[in-house]
């Protein structure tokens, strides 16, 4: 069973747009839930995180909003540009973590 | 950047060949990962180690196996390579008071013939 399942798989968005990819969780007991970006070439390197105490976390043009009742959380990319093209991956857990299947943003200029 | 190093970075070998996937890091973490990625696919966890001399099997069965000697270094062993296990390997580490932050490594792909 998929602990994490992460939509769209790809998103293009105009420069200066909402980029928004949207995650789902399974376990309750889940208490870290990091996004990461990834270059072609490069590992994923860790964007933005949050715990489920919060409802949303942001840091720059970069928001996550969690809903632990729902199990869901979001990543919002506010003022999308060009150099944010990139495969970003959501993840959960607690020690050991369980990762989406990534989405693949294209921000067209 | 993150102080973490993974060689080969592309490796291709033919089907038998035994191979050792290299991972370092030099942020004195004790737990160190490795993942396996294919196109499309989320990161699987094949080992983990929490530190020297510790080492487990992680959610996706792998013929592979890792040793944990030093806090430093964690390679990644195949006997016998085949077609099957041609993929992108992902080398992570975490620890300290950011310990669920994990650093990852720019990976080995793998293709084996």
């Known amino acids: 069973q998929q602990q994490v399942k992460q939509s769209p798989q790809s998103l293009i968005v105009q420069k200066g747009g909402i980029s928004i990819i949207n995650c789902a969780y399974e376990n309750t007991a889940f ?5 990461y970006q990834q270059f ?16 949303e976390k942001k840091e720059g043009r970069f928001t996550i909003s969690f809903n632990k009742s729902a199990k869901q959380f979001s ?28 989405t693949s943003l294209t921000v067209i200029p | 950047e993150a102080d973490i190093y993974q060689t080969p970075r592309y490796l ?7 191979i050792t996937l290299e991972c370092s890091q030099t942020m004195g973490h004790d737990k ?21 001399n510790s080492t487990e099997k992680g959610d996706l069965s792998s013929e592979s196996t890792v040793s944990r000697i030093r806090t430093e270094h964690f390679p990644l062993t195949l006997e016998s390579a085949r077609p099957s296990h041609t993929s992108q390997y992902l080398c992570a580490s975490s620890g300290g008071l950011a310990d669920n932050e994990q650093f990852f490594g720019p990976g080995t792909r793998l293709t084996v013939l």
């Open chain 2, 32 to 52: 160190m990962y490795w993942y396996q990625q294919d196109p499309g696919m989320e990161l699987h966890l094949i080992h983990y180690s929490y530190g020297v």
């Open chain 1, 75 to 102: 990543l919002h990319i506010m003022d999308s540009q060009p150099g944010d093209s990139a495969t970003y991956f959501c993840a959960a857990g607690g020690g050991q973590f369980y990762f989406g299947t990534g």
């Open chain 1, 40 to 55: 072609p070439g490069k590992g994923p390197a860790l964007l933005i995180a949050i715990r489920p105490d919060v409802s």
């Open chain 2, 12 to 18: 291709v070998i033919g089907t038998g060949k035994k």
């Open chain 1, 31 to 35: 208490d870290y839930f990091p996004w």
